[in-house]
């Protein structure tokens, strides 16, 4: 049996990578960080993903993110 992956929303993740959560979601529509989507269309992201996004700021000296998603995917995945 697979484990369960705690899903976070769009305040939560905020908080966590200490930016507004306008910021976070004016960032994603930019394509700048990626998202998971559910079917009705919320955002969401895991601890491990906003392990890297966080990674990237850090990398990039905060002035702006770099898209956190593998060459080659989109930024939204669907699931």
């Known amino acids: ?11 939560q993740a905020s908080e966590y990578l200490g930016l ?11 394509g700048l960080v990626p998202v998971l989507k559910s079917p009705t269309k919320r955002w969401f992201w895991t601890r491990e993903l906003l392990d890297e996004i966080k990674n ?19 930024n939204a995945v669907d699931f």
């Open 20 to 30: 507004s959560p306008n910021t976070l979601r004016n960032w994603v529509r930019a």
């Open 56 to 74: 990237n700021m850090i990398d990039e000296g905060n002035n702006h993110v770099a898209n956190a998603s593998t060459p080659g995917t989109p």
């Open 1 to 11: 049996m697979r484990a369960r992956t705690r899903l976070i929303r769009v305040t």
